[in-house]
């Protein structure tokens, strides 16, 4: 079938994303975070945001179909994130994409998030200037959020993806968020360090770049460590504060933001040339980081590799890259799932 019309429904963490598309075509996007909710707790609650999702999924939807110019009858397929992701928030999700496609006797395709964030590469939009482009294979993906950092190589995306690496501990925005909090920023953090930083000197305190002496690179070359970088800053802070001496929070912030952008790139750029695959796509809600793409456009053109950075409103969580990638196992010929799949919080690629 050519150009599927396809609702795609995500609830993996704290954003209800229902998008439209029609094939690569994205008709709409609709976003609602529950990040207000978890901001006194200093990161995503889970139960707060299936709480949330379970609120806002039927407007969501609602408020798709109309963006969209459609009717919800209209619709070829339903495609929906089954994991990874938190389990409570993943099957509300679930939940209602089961009962939207029965009640519409539609087929339903259960998709990674992660394979999820890629297809995001995929979608036209006519009010971005990722206009005409299209994901072109072997692609090394780099995608790093607040739940997630992974480095995929992707030969298809619809049949053969690769997980090269992931943290071992904390995600990139996890650690941005931690950080923040111990310098006295509020929640999201990554925003408020890419300000404060943009004022402070990078190379005032070496923070430890994790997993990346030689000894780690033998055995986790693609993986990544955040939590040991946290505990250097909290040390270096407190070591400073009991002192009795002023924080330089702007200098803390912009050596704290190099070290993660350094290790996230040298990783990344290194899967490039081990793999041989001159192209590298960036997603997750980290990418909108002012210093991570000004080293990502550095370093990929000093090796001759193809950056390609989606808009944001496609990089962080929604609905509309689960709903491309439908449409792209519909156009492959592949079989709708079974109705009897469930919500797995740590589903592989
Ligand atoms: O993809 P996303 O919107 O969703 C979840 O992971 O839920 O990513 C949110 C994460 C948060 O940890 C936030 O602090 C981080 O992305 N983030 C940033 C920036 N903007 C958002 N991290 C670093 N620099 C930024 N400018
Ligand atoms: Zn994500």
């Known amino acids: 079938r050519v150009n599927p019309l396809v609702l795609g429904i995500e609830t993996s963490c704290d954003e209800t994303g229902i998008g439209i598309v029609r094939g690569t075509t994205l008709l709409s996007n609709t976003i609602a975070s529950s990040m207000d909710q978890h901001a006194r707790y200093g990161g995503v609650v889970p139960e707060v945001a299936a709480r949330a999702h379970l609120e806002e999924i039927i407007p969501s939807i609602e408020a798709a179909v109309a963006e969209a110019g459609i009717r919800l009858d209209d619709i070829d397929a339903i495609a929906v994130t ?14 209602a994409a089961k009962a939207l496609a029965v009640s519409l006797g539609k087929p339903i395709y259960a998709v990674n998030h992660l394979v999820g964030h890629v297809g995001a590469d995929l979608l036209q939009n006519p009010e971005s200037d990722a206009g005409a482009t299209s994901l072109e294979y072997p692609t090394i993906a780099l995608l790093v959020s607040g739940g997630h950092t992974a480095l995929l190589l992707v030969r298809d995306l619809v049949s053969d993806v690769e997980l090269l690496g992931e943290t071992i501990d904390d995600a990139a925005g996890e650690a941005f968020d931690k950080v923040a909090r111990v310098l006295g920023l509020p929640y999201p953090g990554g925003p408020q360090i890419d300000r404060v ?5 990078p190379k005032a305190i070496r923070f430890p770049r994790g997993l990346s002496l030689p000894k780690d690179m033998a055995k986790h070359r693609y993986d990544f460590s955040f939590s040991g970088l ?8 407190e070591a400073r504060q009991d002192a009795g001496d002023d924080v330089p929070i702007a200098d803390v912030a912009a050596s704290f933001r190099e ?11 290194a899967a490039c040339t081990d793999y041989d695959v001159p192209r590298l796509l960036l997603g997750g809600g980290v990418i909108a980081n002012a210093r991570l793409r000004e080293v990502a456009a550095e370093r990929t053109s000093a090796a001759g590799i193809d950056l390609r950075i989606p808009p944001l409103s496609l990089c962080t969580d929604n609905g509309a890259m689960i709903a491309a990638l439908g449409a792209q196992l519909i156009m492959a010929g592949h079989a709708p799932s079974n109705l009897e799949f469930g919500a797995d919080s740590t589903l592989p690629v």
């Open 197 to 201: 930083a943009a004022v402070g000197n």
């Open 259 to 269: 070290a993660v952008v350094d290790v996230l790139l040298t990783k990344a750029v």
């Open 82 to 95: 089954n994991g990874p992701g938190l389990a409570g928030a993943l099957m509300v999700g679930v939940g």
């Open 230 to 237: 946290k505990t250097a800053v909290a040390r270096w802070v």
